[in-house]
C-alpha cells in the first residue's frame, strides 16, 4: 500500500504549482520584452535602457505588496530580472567604483544589476565615466558627490550634447541590504534617456562666469520655480582657495527638469549681467523608502 499522503506532501504540491505558474509568467515575461525590444528598433547606444520605467514598475509593485514577504526582496528579484530583460535587448556591462578600500559600491551595483550581468571593478570615478563615454560600459556607477572633493567626476558630465553619458538612477533603489561599506549612495550614468516617473529629481551644472554667491543662486532657483535640495561647488582655478573666477555648481532639483524646461532660460535671464550656463546633468526617480 502507498504511505497516505500527509498535509505536508499537499502544501509541496501547491508550491510546485505556485513555482509552475512564477515560470510560465516569467518566460512569458521575456517574450513580451524581446517584442519591446523589436519595437524599440535597432540598439544604437543603450536606447534599451529605460531606468524610468524601472522605477515606475517597482514603485507600483510595492504600493500593492502585503504579507509577510520581504518587500526589499522583492525589488531585489525585479532588479535581478529587468536586468536579465535588458540584456535580451542588447549588450549590458557595468564599470563600478571599486577601488579595494571601498567595496560597497560594488554591492550596491550588484544588487541593482545582477549577478550575472558583466561587472569590472575601477579605481576612479573618472575611469568609470570614462567607460561608459567609450561604450566599453552601459552603465557606470561612481560615487553621489560629495560637497568635499575638489577634483569632482561630475565635471566630465558638463555638456550641452544630448548624447552625452548622463546620471540615470540613484542606487540604492530599494534598500540597502547587506551591502559592504559606509552609507554612502551612488548614482548610475548612461547614455539613457532622462524620463519623469512623478517623483524626480534633475541634476543640474549651473556654470558661473562672474561673482555671485550661493545664497544668490539658491534664490534665483528657487524664484524659478528650481527648488534646490543640494549643492556642490568646483571652482576652474584655485579649486577650495576660495579664489573668485569661474565657477561650476552641481545642484539638485526637487523636481524633474529637461533641457528645453522654460524654467532653465528664465534662470539665466535672471543672472544679468552675470554670464550663466545651465545644462542638465540627468536626474534620478526618488528611491523607495525601504532600509
Ligand atoms: O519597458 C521597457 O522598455 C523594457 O525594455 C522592459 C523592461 C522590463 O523588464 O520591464 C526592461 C528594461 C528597461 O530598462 C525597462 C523595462
Known sequence: MPPARTPLDDLRRE???IDDAIHDLLMRRAAVV??????KGSPGQAVYLRPAR???ILRRLMARHSGGFPAQVVVRM???MITALTRIQGPFAVAVYAPEEKRGFWDIARDHYGSFVPMTAVNTAAAALRAVSDGTATVGVVPYPAEDDNDPWWRFLVSADV???RVVARLPFGGRGNARGENRDALAIAVAAHEPTGDDRTLLSIEIG???SRGRLKDMLEACGLPPVAFCTWHAHGASSGMS???IHLVEIADFVDHADPRLSALVERSGEIPVRVNTVG???VPLNLP
Open 34 to 39: 524581446e517584442r519591446i525590444g523589436a519595437a
Open 210 to 212: 562672474g561673482d555671485l
Open 78 to 80: 525585479w532588479r535581478e
Open 15 to 17: 508550491i510546485d504549482q
Open 245 to 247: 573666477g569661474p565657477s
Open 283 to 285: 536626474g534620478y526617480a
Open 54 to 56: 524601472e522605477a515606475t
Open 163 to 165: 548624447n552625452r553619458p
